[in-house]
Structures are given as structure tokens and as C-alpha cells.
């Protein structure tokens, strides 16, 4: 029982907790962010750039071919076209700018009111053990 326990106090620990929070929290924020860059963001910008839809952008290194039937049956394979789509690197290379982007002006606003706090002016110092013993002793003297 001591794995198990030790397990589950490890589990419900606040780091865990915030970690997974955060994990959940940054898988749904790159989604919004991978829409936005897909849906509002790279038509414009195709459009500007000519109609390009960036998705399609590719470098064909070889392409595909469809299978050969003969009386029902598969005489020659089909095969696969293979290409390099840099237009999908494109887009997320634009993803990763937008999500960075986004983290740091979040991180930045959380910096500046972590700076408006520690601005609290501190109390007035009072006299020193010196100045009050001082005190002490001339009063004591009347």
C-alpha cells in the first residue's frame, strides 16, 4: 500500500495538478490559434499572394500512380505520390509565430502586474534599539 499511497500523494501534488492544467488549457489555446491562422489569418494572405491556398503548396518528387485493374482484379499496385508539402511547414511555421506571439504578451501583462504589486511602500522605520534605549535613559534621568 505505501506505492500506491505515495503515488496518489505524488499525483495531487499542486505542481501535477497545474501541469496537467496547463497541458489541457495550451492543447485548446493551439487549436484557437491553428483556426485563426487557418480560417482568418492565411486567406488574405494567400489572396495578396496570388490565390495561393498554402496547404496545397507542395514539391512533387514523384508522382502517383493508379492501379491497373484488369476483369476486376488489381493487375498493377496503385502507387503513392510522394512529394515535400512546405506548405504545410508554411502554415505551421505560422502557428508557432502566432502561439509565441500570444504567450508573450500574456507573459508580459503577468510581469507588469507582478511589478504593480511589489510596488507596496514599505512602513516608515521607526527609531533604533539605540535611539529608544537613548530615550529611555533621559527620561529615566528626569
Do not use: H, W
Amino acid at each position: 500500500m505505501g506505492f500506491i499511497s505515495d503515488f496518489k500523494a505524488f499525483l495531487m501534488k499542486g505542481e501535477i495538478v497545474n501541469l496537467a492544467t496547463a497541458v489541457i488549457v495550451g492543447g485548446a489555446f493551439g487549436k484557437i490559434v491553428t483556426s485563426f491562422t487557418n480560417d482568418v489569418l492565411m486567406p488574405p494572405i494567400g489572396l495578396i499572394l496570388g490565390k495561393v491556398d498554402f496547404k496545397n503548396l507542395k514539391l512533387v518528387l514523384q508522382d502517383g500512380v493508379p492501379a491497373v485493374m484488369e476483369n476486376g482484379t488489381e493487375k498493377v499496385p496503385a502507387i503513392a505520390e510522394v512529394a515535400i508539402n512546405y506548405g504545410a511547414f508554411i502554415q505551421t511555421v505560422f502557428d508557432f509565430v502566432i502561439i509565441g506571439f500570444c504567450i508573450f504578451m500574456v507573459l508580459k501583462a503577468y510581469e507588469k502586474t507582478k511589478k504593480q504589486e511589489v510596488v507596496v511602500e514599505a512602513p516608515p522605520a521607526g527609531p533604533t534599539q539605540e535611539e529608544l534605549l537613548t530615550q529611555i535613559r533621559d527620561l529615566l534621568k528626569k
